[in-house]
């Protein structure tokens, strides 16, 4: 199994913002799998600057400023979605019902009826929306995916992930919010941003085939740090640190973190502990019975007990990393350490035919569900509330996905 | 403010297995503080054994197999209860019924009924309850509050602590359970140990003094571990993990993670989050805001972003240590690492009236009430439960602890 060289995918982009940049950064140093053929943005200054420094790179993208034109040209073989938060769900809906797939930037839904609709629109238009999380092709993420279904770890019991990132300085300023973001976070309370985290967890746990998240509770802190940072000028409604419980079908619990306004360290709080086996992002260790050492030892009455011996990560990677990191690691590039690469190759790849979507519209849907979820559970003070199943049964008996070289 | 040279208390203790065991070589090393005065144990052979133990190092003790012969002692001036979880609440309901003071082992309750009875009868006799919760002395628990009250956090938000430590192989065995403690994970689900964790985490927020827990949800894992420790032959009802959120009146959040199933390296998974500062327990680190450093750098756009670097907790301890830790720390001896020593300290300092009970009938009760109230959330599915107030509203108008050398 390998990377398979299909032609490169004619993409167009909808969205000339910030991730818009970094993504545009990352295609133009994969000319074999992908060319940016359109760019849209309804801001006629970006969009002429965007147009200028692709032709500076020998690229003519056709520019557009309505997004449905861009969706009607023949040109474009499918679409990314970098825009802000509130603009993913319609354009990604508009893609799939223009039968274009789509590959849309993180982020998370503010109800579950924009989700359905997604749902039964790339159903019934035979095109798929893939959110383009990243994360689940970091190095470490997929390491501990290799190792759960080499069943290292054993049968899984309980997972962690998070999103803990000081951007507080890049949302609000001594007025008040300065983007999207900070205003989503100065009128919204719960787990804004869950993407990072859950995505590859839901990998590991088998989401949407053969398993399914039923219940999530969210619990919000009191809202602090953005209020500090606005002078006091404006009260938060988002609470500092939002902490969500979720229950799998198979049994599983997932605990997930969002910690995006006090200062402190980055992190993605990654955690797998299964029967046999643990993994630690903060801790940067894996322990694995049989494979990591174990001491015994008695205490100061002359009680045995054992003492369990983290192994720190990298050592595992020799010998467990995941086929398209043994592939990639020696010359990773692109954003976010060759993540975004890699979800844009796969992507690509879907879109060629080559392969199926390693993320497809099912896991696009739940991912985003949480969002909204949280924000139910924290208002109702932490009731647990069901989990929309987007698969209306499938999940029941799809199997893994179809061995390729991009799935996850 | 120093540690007081008062007369050595007399202990008469209650259960003599094996925390009783590693209790008693803890107090032959502290015999300026205590004196075992009275020994009991229903067990006759355990407590000859004990006996004669005591009488090698010169101790003669008043033996007893009947607890209720030993509380009418006057050569008894408090009591210790390491006995088995079940008769924990019992025995330290009738010793300060007797108007002796007592510290318990730690423990959870099986409902607040029981809890209720203890801080009646400690308010009504004026004698206290202790919960002997070690890990409140534990050198980077205190360092960490030292730090806290010094105001380098900031406002705390969110706090994080547990039990993660692999006992399967003391409690369970190829028949199945072997102790009592397995016997309550084959029975019960829920966090059955939340003491270690939520002790010094308790203290932090100010628990029962301005502050208290109001809501508690948890949510626990299927159940694996023990069951192939038994080799199937049982099935025990205590998921593998459970997770529990509480919500506090101020408006901090707190997880709380029970794991004593799989195989795992040791972890009381502390973490402590405010506005300025954290300390992880995992990542080993702390970040406090302008002590710290923080990178300015840019991606692969040309975005700025910072990125903040963790300090190790050992970094910390040259200038915050705690000045117990601070005496302390040169020579540390006694059971889990100084702790017991410390705990057991505190005791009967409180007992001999130098200071205040530093862990108090309405903090043991509260932290055992968390047992019972997320056996209740787990059998709901993860709905919020409310959480007692032990204190019947003396909490609102209660300041800090009296400053004293053994103060939390």
Redesign the interface.
């Known amino acids: 199994m390998s990377q398979s060289p299909h032609k490169p995918v004619k993409l167009g982009i909808i969205g000339l913002g ?1 991730r818009g ?2 993504l ?3 295609l133009l140093q994969m000319p074999e799998t992908a060319r940016i053929a359109a760019i849209c943005d309804c801001d006629g200054e970006r969009l002429e600057k965007m147009r200028r420094h692709l032709a500076e790179n020998g690229i003519v993208a056709e520019t557009y400023r309505d997004s449905a034109e861009l969706l009607a040209s023949p040109e474009v073989d499918a679409v990314l979605v970098p825009t802000s938060w509130n603009a993913h769900l319609p354009l990604a809906i508009a893609a799939v019902r223009a039968g274009k797939p789509v590959a849309m930037e993180v982020g998370g839904a503010t109800g579950c009826e924009e989700l359905w609709e997604l749902v039964r629109q790339a159903e019934n238009n035979r095109a798929n929306a893939m959110m383009l999380e990243n994360c689940c092709y970091g190095r470490q993420e997929l390491l501990v995916l290799n190792m759960v279904r080499k069943g290292l770890f ?2 899984i ?2 997972c962690e992930c998070g999103y803990c990132h ?1 951007i507080t ?2 949302m609000v300023g001594p007025d008040g919010p300065l983007t999207e973001r900070g205003w989503h976070n100065l009128r919204r309370n719960g787990d804004l941003y869950p993407t990072h985290g859950i995505g590859p967890i839901a990998k590991i746990l088998d989401i949407n085939r053969g398993n399914r998240f039923v ?1 999530l ?1 969210s ?4 809202a ?2 953005m209020e ?1 940072a606005a002078g006091g000028k404006c009260r938060f409604n988002c ?3 939002t ?1 969500t ?1 979720l ?1 799998c079908a ?4 997932v ?1 997930m ?1 969002h ?1 995006v306004a ?6 993605r709080r990654g955690l797998v ?6 993994w ?1 992002e ?2 940067k ?1 894996i ?1 694995v ?1 049989g494979l990591s050492v ?1 001491k015994n030892l008695t ?5 045995p ?6 192994d720190p990560v990298e050592s595992f990677y020799d010998k467990f990393d995941h086929p398209i990191w043994r592939d990639f690691r020696d010359h990773p590039t ?3 350490g060759g993540m975004d690469t890699l979800a844009l190759r796969a992507f690509c790849s879907a879109v060629a035919g080559e392969s199926d979507y390693p993320i497809d519209v099912y896991d696009t849907a739940v991912w985003m569900s949480l969002t909204a979820l949280s924000e139910q559970s924290v208002a109702l ?4 509330v069901p989990v929309p199943d987007f698969t209306c049964g499938k999940w029941v008996t799809r199997g893994p996905a179809k061995p390729g070289y991009w799935s996850l």
């Open positions: 910030p940049a970094t545009t950064a990352t054993g049968e019991l309980h000081h300085p890049e219940t509770s619990v919000s802190s009191k602090r740090s500090l609470g500092d640190v902490t419980v229950k198979n049994g599983e619990t605990t973190i910690s006090p200062p402190q360290p980055y992190s502990q299964g029967t046999r086996g643990i630690s903060d801790r260790g322990f019975e174990s205490d100061v009455a002359g009680n007990y054992v003492e369990h011996v983290w692109g954003g976010h003070g932490g009731m647990p």
